[in-house]
Nanobody, 117 residues
Framework: QVHLVESGGGLVQPGGSLRLSCVDS????????LGWYRQAPGKERELVAT???????NYGDSVKGRFTISRDNAKNTVYLQMNSLKPEDTAVYYC???????????WGQGTQVTVSS
């Protein structure tokens, strides 16, 4: 059973923009904290951005000011708007969800983002 499905990845030129989407098939989306993580080849998976059930956001230092995370509870969807993309942003991006009490936690399968000329 797949709970989270990412989409919107692809190839983009440096300085360009891309918007990632993640759809949650569960029925408790409104009460979950959400996040985006990324992993480049040979590197550790790192936190990109998080958004709580109350829509409080937090960003990794490397993307602050360039990326924006948002959620649409009516559509069970979390978004990651990526602007001013750099080659260093190239990675597989993963969607993550977690219940407030920590009982339930899910990962998406990932979507590839490549920033290159």
């Amino acid at each position: 059973q797949v709970h989270l499905v990412e989409s919107g990845g692809g190839l983009v030129q440096p300085g360009g923009s891309l918007r990632l989407s993640c759809v949650d098939s569960g029925i408790f989306f409104n009460f979950y904290d959400l996040g985006w993580y990324r992993q480049a080849p040979g590197k550790e998976r790192e936190l990109v951005a998080t958004i709580t059930s109350g829509s409080t956001t937090n960003y990794g230092d490397s993307v602050k000011g360039r990326f924006t995370i948002s959620r649409d509870n009516a559509k069970n969807t979390v978004y990651l708007q990526m602007n001013s993309l750099k080659p260093e942003d190239t990675a597989v991006y993963y969607c993550h969800s977690q219940s407030y009490d920590g009982r339930n936690q899910y990962w998406g399968q990932g979507t590839q983002v490549t920033v290159s000329s």
